[in-house]
């Protein structure tokens, strides 16, 4: 590619970009994707339903773990209809071990919105497509352009990457000015005869190539034509203005645990964190507890082993399992909304992913009391 003057963080302007920029950028972007490009499962399909699945799956999750997950959800839950169809409980152990599980309640809602909305047939139109429950502008774009070749440009966090070091500039991707700015930019480098393919290719350029620490500047095709190479800003960019704070909480389960049964509890699934799913029943705190909880009436604690801390976006989980024994041979009391269910069968319910490693190695290890 042709060779630009390299500058310190700036904000270029649209004009600034000269249309023989804008070509030898598509040009060879489209040309490496054409000999590096990934082969996913869904790759190839013009199928607007396998293509908003991956694209939901594949949000706040690794594309090495949403594989394995896309797979099984598409050869369970093959179209529009199955999925508005679906039992919550089997749609939850589908999605266990993703997190963020209002992916998958909405994209339930929004199955039912095109069986009765558009006859079962996934829309065509933009503003319909953005209109499904849970679809932002990144998705409808993905959806648009990769199923329709309608010319939307994709922004996501590869994209601001790509975009921020190609052009140098620092302007931040969490504010609204700056995220119109990138839109406006990704909408001007899009190749708008095949949206799609070209799509796909920043994606995947961001995510193999231009990686958010060490990238492989020597293997990018946009080579001498990014402003950022060979400085300081590699490194740095994209900016973010903001700084997310993290908040602690610590949470006390209990495993009531009387022949072999063990008492579990359903989830809020409209509200809060792992909406809809299974859980032990418990106390969450605010602070770092500096005793034992009290267990439920009837039960004695007999045995505590804390789990590794979990790491959600804005959170970080300090998790421990209280196990609970009762004396006696008359039937235990348990805590109101929960039900019994055979230690065995915890395989069969979704659980949070560090419940489910816990029930996993704990009936695994045969500790049954």
């Given at each position: 590619m042709t060779k630009v003057t390299k500058s310190k963080g700036t904000e270029l302007t649209p004009e600034s970009i000269t249309p023989a920029e804008l070509s030898a950028f598509r040009i060879e972007l489209l040309r490496w994707f054409d000999k590096h490009g990934r082969e996913l499962p869904w790759r190839g399909t013009r199928d607007?339903?396998?293509?908003?699945?991956?694209?939901?799956?594949?949000?706040?999750?690794?594309?090495?773990?949403?594989?394995?997950?896309?797979?099984?959800?598409i050869d369970r839950l093959p179209d529009v209809k199955s999925l508005a169809e679906a039992p919550e409980d089997e749609l939850m152990l589908l999605w266990q071990?993703?997190?963020?599980?209002s992916r998958a309640?909405?994209?339930?809602?929004?199955?039912?919105?095109?069986m009765e909305e558009h006859g079962g047939v996934f829309p065509r139109e933009e503003r319909e497509v953005a209109a499904l429950k849970g679809v932002g502008p990144y998705t409808t774009a993905a959806i648009m352009s990769i199923a329709y070749d309608y010319p939307l440009a994709v922004v996501d966090g590869n994209v601001y990457r790509v975009l921020s070091r190609y052009l140098a500039t620092d302007t931040p991707i969490d504010t609204t000015p700056g995220q119109r700015y990138y839109r406006q930019m990704a909408g001007l480098f899009l190749e708008r005869e095949q949206p799609g393919r070209y799509n796909q290719a920043m994606m995947d350029l961001g995510a193999t190539i231009c990686t958010p620490k060490n990238p492989l500047c020597a293997s990018c095709p946009l080579?001498?034509?990014?402003?950022?190479?060979?400085?300081?800003?590699?490194?740095?960019?994209?900016?973010?203005?903001?700084?997310?704070?993290?908040?602690?909480?610590?949470?006390?389960?209990?495993?009531?645990?009387?022949?072999?049964?063990?008492?579990?509890?359903?989830?809020?699934?409209?509200?809060?964190?792992?909406?809809?799913?299974?859980?032990?029943?418990?106390?969450?705190?605010?602070?770092?507890?500096?005793?034992?909880?009290?267990?439920?009436?009837?039960?004695?604690?007999?045995?505590?082993?804390?789990?590794?801390?979990?790491?959600?976006?804005?959170?970080?989980?300090?998790?421990?399992?209280?196990?609970?024994?009762?004396?006696?041979?008359?039937?235990?009391?348990?805590?109101?909304?929960t039900e019994q269910i055979p230690l065995s069968d915890h395989e069969t319910i979704a659980f949070p992913k560090p419940l489910r490693h816990f029930l996993d190695h704990y009936a695994g290890d045969n500790r049954l009391l």
């Open positions: 607007p339903y396998r293509i908003w699945v991956s694209e939901i799956i594949l949000q706040q999750t690794q594309t090495v773990q949403g594989w394995d997950y896309y797979l099984r959800f071990g993703l997190g963020y599980y309640h909405n994209m339930q809602h929004a199955a039912r919105q095109i080579g001498g034509a990014c402003r950022s190479r060979g400085t300081e800003l590699v490194n740095l960019l994209p900016i973010k203005a903001h700084k997310t704070m993290v908040r602690e909480r610590w949470i006390e389960y209990f495993l009531l645990l009387h022949r072999e049964q063990i008492a579990i509890r359903r989830r809020d699934s409209r509200r809060g964190i792992w909406k809809g799913l299974y859980e032990l029943p418990g106390v969450v705190l605010g602070s770092e507890p500096t005793a034992l909880p009290t267990p439920p009436d009837g039960w004695e604690i007999i045995e505590t082993l804390p789990l590794k801390d979990h790491r959600l976006s804005h959170r970080l989980l300090h998790l421990r399992v209280h196990v609970c024994s009762t004396s006696g041979d008359t039937d235990p009391t348990y805590p109101d909304e």
